[in-house]
């Protein structure tokens, strides 16, 4: 097993054993992704790994630092759909409401094109992609 899938497997750990209530624990996981994923070569950390980071550093409290791989996913793509997810998560936890605005509008306006992109990324989250879409969508 690669330093990748043992990191994107504690991430997925991670978001299970939290879904399940057992945020101690999941803490703990959480806080062994990040260092897993922080082993990594920085070449090997694409959209997808920045978004694990991202929600991994939500989960421990550290918005400044999800904000970090926010800005790269944004900065290298800046339609990206985990980004602008990730961004909304962020200016909700700091009470940013113009920034939560900013990143709902920013994903309305990129969904229909980025979804064409086909990204394995998107793959990979799709239930978080459409839940956002329904979400956005829905309440305008």
């Known amino acids: 097993m690669s330093q990748r899938e043992a990191a994107d497997r504690l991430f997925d750990r991670t978001m299970r054993t939290e879904s399940a209530g ?3 624990q999941a803490l703990f996981f959480a806080d062994m992704a990040v260092q897993t994923y922080g ?3 920085a070449d090997e950390l694409d959209a997808d790994a920045h ?3 991202g929600l991994l550093e939500l ?3 550290q918005p400044d630092d999800a904000g970090l791989h926010a800005a790269a996913i944004l900065g290298t793509a800046p339609d990206h759909l985990l980004g602008w997810v990730l961004q909304e998560r ?3 936890l700091r ?9 709902q509008a920013r994903f309305l306006e990129a969904v229909d094109a ?3 992109l086909n990204l394995e990324e998107y793959a990979q989250h799709i239930g978080i992609i459409d839940g956002q879409e329904t979400r956005l969508k829905s309440a305008r």
């Not at 009470?95 to 990143?103: F, L, P, S």
């Open 22 to 24: 057992y945020t101690t």
């Open 90 to 92: 962020i200016s909700e």
């Open 59 to 61: 989960m421990r409290g």
């Open 95 to 103: 009470g940013d409401a113009a920034g939560v605005e900013q990143a």
């Open 114 to 116: 980025q979804r064409a």
């Open 39 to 41: 082993m990594l070569p």
């Open 51 to 53: 978004f694990h980071l």
